[in-house]
Structure formats: C-alpha cells, structure tokens
C-alpha cells in the first residue's frame, strides 16, 4: 500500500510571503492531519478532517493558516503570511476512521525554513 | 486539553543494555497510548501501543507498561541495538472523543557500540 504523499519536501521563503503545502493520504483513510513540528518538539496537530469536514482545528493559528480537503481525499494547508515563528516540519497524516484504535500513518513532511 | 510530559529528554545506553522512557499525560479519559520512534530526517513511525483497559503490551524486544492510576505509562527496550538510536514521541488520546495525538516533547536514545 502506497504511503502518505506530501509536496514540496523542503521550502525556503521570506518572512511576510505565502506557502502552501500538499498531502495525498493513504487510500481508503477517511482522517487527514496536519501537523507542526518545531525543531526538538514532538508534532503538533493543527487540524484533523474526517472525509472533508473539520473535526479539530482549534490549535490552528487561524489568522494566517488556512486548509482545506476538497472531495474528502487531497488536502493543503496555507501559511498567509509567514512569520518566522512558522520554520518547522509540517507533517501530514492519515488513519482509517477516528473513534478507534487506528494508526496514524505521517508523510515524509515538509520542512519550511523562513527567513 | 491534555498535556504530557516525557522523560528524559536524552538517553545514552551501550548496546545491549536495557532502555526506559517514561510519560505522564493529565486527562484521565485518555484511553490510547502510541509510542512512535522518528529517525533523523525520518517521518514518525509507530512502533508499540497500548489501551487503557490492559496493563502491559510486549513486542519482541519492546514493552510497554501503563498505570492509570498514576497517569503514568512507560516504554521498555531491551537488548539495545544502534539501530535503536532516533528520537522517541510517547502520544496520548481519548478515541472517545476523537482520535487526536497529544505528543510529548520526545526522548533522543543514543545507543553507542
């Protein structure tokens, strides 16, 4: 079975700029996650979908980060603008349906650098 | 919210001793305990996990042990190998009320030969 895709790997930007990060999930996984993880810290979630409504996204900075899941498979999620406070690893993850004893599964992640 | 808290934040052992690593976590409803090991530049993987209706969850040469009681749940590897060495997140989650991760700030384990 395929993995969790995430797109770009590694992004450098200026303070102030826009960025946008993408994630395919495992096939058939009805839960997406998007995760921040700071350099030395363990992840932390930003939102979580089911299909493509919003289940949690109440440690979303929602002034300037955004995402979405159109059709309930791919997802991005926007930084707009970026400060840098924003440089970290954005992990993407999937799982088959929340409620239950299901493994998360992370993408490859996309480390943001702001300068 | 839950928080949790883990300990050490770095661990060196000799290969072939044994390694512990140990979580706490606040709200009593969480109910779902995954440990996840990341190599450098790694994604997360899960690697052992426990619900809070059992005690002790053993896989070859990793256990995990969980006291609700003290809100307190810990990670056990024996026989440490160098590929043991990466960084350990312990998680905490109430699937009751959704299947969200709280992690901890994570343990590096440096297993020298």
């Known amino acids: 079975e395929a993995g969790v895709a995430q797109s770009p790997r590694y992004k450098i930007i200026e303070k102030r700029q826009s960025v946008a990060f993408w994630c395919n999930p495992i096939?058939?996984?009805?839960?997406l996650y998007w995760y921040q993880q700071i350099l030395g810290q363990g992840p932390k979630l930003l939102i979580q979908f089911q299909n493509n409504g919003v289940v949690d996204d109440s440690q979303l900075p929602k002034d300037r980060f955004s995402a979405e899941r159109l059709k309930g498979v791919d997802s991005t999620l926007k930084i707009q603008p970026a400060k840098l406070e924003d440089s970290a690893v954005y992990l993407c993850a999937s799982s088959r349906r929340s409620g239950q004893v299901d493994t998360q599964y992370f993408g490859p992640g996309t480390r943001l650098t702001v300068l | 919210g839950e928080n949790v808290e883990q300990h050490p934040s770095t661990l060196s052992v000799q290969e072939g001793d044994s390694a512990v690593i140990k979580c706490t976590y606040s709200?009593?409803?969480?109910?779902?305990f995954p440990w996840y090991k990341q190599e450098l530049g790694k994604r997360p993987q899960l690697i052992i996990d426990i619900r809070s209706n059992v005690g002790e969850k053993k896989d070859q040469r990793i256990a995990v042990t969980l006291n609700k009681t003290a809100k307190h749940f810990s990670l056990h590897i024996t026989e440490t190998q160098p590929e043991d060495s990466a960084v350990y997140f312990c998680a905490a989650s109430n699937l009751i009320r959704s299947s969200t991760l709280t992690f901890g700030k994570g343990t590096m384990l440096l297993v020298s030969p």
């Open positions: 096939s058939g996984h009805a839960t």
């Open positions: 709200d009593s409803a969480s109910n779902y």
